[in-house]
């Protein structure tokens, strides 16, 4: 199965809509796009995953260059998961830690909107 991956504004933060499988041969294609849009300026993106059927050692550590990327720029990475085989990934690899994981884009969007505020003041 190939990768998709779309993006688009929503409550002022980058949604990037993921699906399919991110593997040792995807996985460049998330890394590029995660590049170009914090290169474009995006320093909050929104990774919705809920479309991702597969997730290997490769796409976990392109999600974890993509949240240094940000964090370089005082921005965020939030991820949107509900599949259960997705998460335990992270939860084995201890990176529920490390990454803010939301029920919803509209969870993520409103948790990281309300971090960002809390940091801001």
């Known amino acids: 199965m190939d990768l998709s991956v779309t ?11 993921v699906s399919g499988e991110i593997d ?8 590029e796009r995660l590049n170009e849009l914090v290169g474009a300026g995006h320093h909050h993106l929104v990774v919705d995953m809920e479309g991702v059927e597969f997730l290997d050692s490769t796409g976990l550590g392109v999600l974890v260059g993509g949240l240094k990327r940000v964090r370089s720029h005082d921005g965020s990475l939030h991820l949107v998961c509900q599949r259960e085989k997705i998460l335990k990934v992270f939860r084995i690899t201890g990176l529920t830690k490390v990454f803010p ?3 919803s884009v509209a969870d993520a969007i ?3 909107s309300s971090a960002e505020s809390g940091t801001a003041s």
Do not use: K
């Open 7 to 17: 993006s688009r504004e929503e409550g002022g933060r980058t949604v990037v809509e």
């Open 24 to 31: 040792v041969y995807t996985a460049p294609t998330l890394r």
């Open 101 to 103: 994981i939301h029920d």
């Open 110 to 112: 409103a948790a990281s």
